[in-house]
């Protein structure tokens, strides 16, 4: 199971405060609910592209000795499953559905460049989030009017701030801010015999 690194900085900030397994040790297990710390169990790696990095990131996991399984802290400028950081496809959806910039500007304010079709399924999966996301975040901020439920996501986005939300929506309600792959289960957990899904 995923759950959100409680740090929000730049990309080498996050590596430097890796080495310390002490400190967002997690209390307890998120999926048996024991009462007791979860032990260090080593990385694993993950590819990132963010606004000025492209490159591996290690992710801290834990174990939990009453269970027996793993629970992995994202940092929170990623989303799971995600290749691209949080701020690249925030500033990709706002330039082409907020600000209505056409798919190939909207691919040059999102730096570093990225092939056309990786927009595509940004928006595909935004679109077919939004109402959810709107009911979502209707208790972190006020819904504003807007002519439709992207519009007024992104809206509800930008004014509530796109990782205090999306710490809100995995943290809190187990929202992924693009949907959960198919495969896995509503709250982003991974259902049995399910293959792993793509990225992009
Ligand atoms: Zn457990």
């Given at each position: 199971m995923q759950i959100?690194?409680?740090?929000?900085?730049?990309?080498e900030q996050y590596h430097a405060l890796l080495a310390d397994p002490e400190r967002y040790r997690?209390?307890?297990?998120?999926?048996?609910?024991?009462?007791h710390p979860l032990t260090a169990h080593g990385f694993y790696t993950r590819t990132l592209i963010d606004t000025a990095f492209d490159g591996i990131i290690r992710v801290r996991r834990y174990l939990c000795?009453?269970?027996?399984?793993?629970v992995s802290l994202l940092p929170e400028f990623v989303l799971p499953y995600l290749r691209s950081s949080l701020a690249v496809i925030a500033l990709f959806l706002v330039a082409r559905l907020f600000r209505g910039q056409t798919l190939l500007h909207a691919i040059r304010s999102a730096p570093p460049p990225m092939p056309y079709q990786r927009g595509q399924?940004?928006?595909?999966?935004?679109?077919a989030?939004?109402?959810?996301l709107c009911a979502a975040l209707a208790s972190l901020t006020q819904p504003a009017p807007a002519p439709d439920f992207v519009h007024r996501a992104l809206s509800m986005l930008e004014s509530a701030?796109?990782?205090?939300?999306h710490r809100f929506l995995f943290g809190a309600v187990r929202c992924h801010?693009?949907?959960w792959p198919r495969g896995l289960a509503p709250d982003g957990r991974r259902a049995a015999f399910s293959a792993p899904a793509a990225h992009s």
């Open positions: 959100l690194h409680p740090f929000a900085g730049s990309v997690p209390g307890h297990c998120p999926q048996c609910l024991a009462k000795q009453a269970c027996r399984r793993t399924f940004w928006i595909r999966r935004f679109r989030q939004a109402e959810a701030g796109w990782t205090v939300a801010l693009l949907g």
